[in-house]
């Protein structure tokens, strides 16, 4: 089948049961581990850097010895990582290389509407857009694709990137840093025999690829110090969650959630990491002997598909000494949470489906309605209720740094006790959040971040205030030829 602009790509062919599976063409921990590259702005001035990055079709290798066609941006996948300090402004110009129409949402921070990614706002091939980012907000974040109804193909072909901000406060703790500060990019695909990607999305339920990929690298292998680490998690996968776990059953540290640091260190053994949560974790590898071998699991979870390798992440393995000055501060950050009385109001978003369809409130997606219309600096608190049975769904709010009020009139787990903008909606469960709608008015989304639900129509729009600029009225620029 074509899809996707001209690519040849197996869609939604039977792969299971008669193919080999791609999770047996290459054995977990032998591939070595490496970051995203960090990209260099083209240009900076006193108060803004300007960055350039292309959407483009590149033929990558992921399983060794075989090419995979991808999108990337700037060609690879994952995309490079940009780092920015806070309050100095981004400006990056997003060209389209491609055959196939994008938008470019960067994931966790108030943007203006129109430079906000939204999903009907298009950049066509051969057009760019300069988007500007205020960086406003000291935290990990990504950019990658929101094209409306085609955002979870365009990602897994691979246009997602990280984004972090980090401000003087954060600089000043005496975390892991450096070397020591890593991201860890997480996303399952699939492969065809000859490396090709496949795209299945099980007739619009679901994303299961059976390779599990850190920074590009499926299953890879890490040599560390016997000291502390931190590391920035993303979860970039189209719609596999996963339940993160130490294999020498030894604590893990939250010390950031979506939104930046938490007030204070926590400890968990295991942790759900949704479609595009990010946690910031510390892990001590100072009680392991040189020669342990420490791997980052996946517990699974239901509703995902648990079979084959699907269960590895990636190996750390312990290969020298080192003197570790970083430390872990009991305070980590002073967050003003809100509380249930700041609220002005209660919604409800029901998340369930009907006719293969994901619908919010049993309604799709309309360019042209409005669900929810918050004043500007107004608190209110969004119960988010998933009745669709034993599915999942990580619900991602633009412009909001919430908190999650209960989960099933249950506190929040421990490692979710800071700023949030995805909300985990488990099976049969109801989450209340509360968020302030600010800095800007404006129309911004809200949708499932199951990219395939998203796509088929979990997705919705609120607007905070009255008058704010069309999203759509800062329209694309064509190249120059
Ligand atoms: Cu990460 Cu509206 O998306
Ligand atoms: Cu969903």
Known sequence: ALAGGGILLPIGIQYRGYAQRTDERVEPFTLAFRKPPVL?????????????????IAQVEILPGRRTQIWGYNGIFPGPTIKQRKHRQSVVRFINNLSINTSVHLHGMPSLPQYDGYAEDLISPG????YVYPNSVASIMWYHDHAIGKTSFNAYMGLAGMYIVQDDE??????????????????????AANGSLIFD????????GEVITVNGVPWPRMEVANRKYRFRVLNTSISRSYKL????????TVIGTDDGLMPRPMNTKDMRLGMAERYDLIIDFSKYSIGTQVELQNLGLPNNDNTGNTNKIMRFDVVRSEVDNSSIPSTLRNIQFLSESDAVRTREFVFDRSNRMWLINDKGWDKNRVDANPQLEEVEIWRLRNTSGLWFHPVHVHLIEGQILDRNGQPPFVYERGLKDVFYVGENETVRIIGKFKPNIGKYMYHC????????????????GQGGIDPMSAPPKPLPA
């Open 40 to 56: 260099n702005p083209v240009r900076s001035d006193s108060n803004t850097d300007y960055y350039e990055i292309a959407m483009q």
């Open 127 to 130: 057009f760019y857009k300069d």
């Open 170 to 191: 954060e600089l000043n703790l005496p975390l892991p840093s450096g070397d020591y500060d890593i991201p860890l990019i997480i996303h399952d695909k699939t492969f």
């Open 201 to 208: 999305d099980q007739a619009q339920h679901s994303v299961m």
């Open 245 to 252: 776990a130490l294999s020498t059953g030894n604590d893990i």
């Open 449 to 464: 971040h199951n990219m395939v639900h998203e796509d088929h129509d979990m997705m919705s729009q609120f607007e905070v």
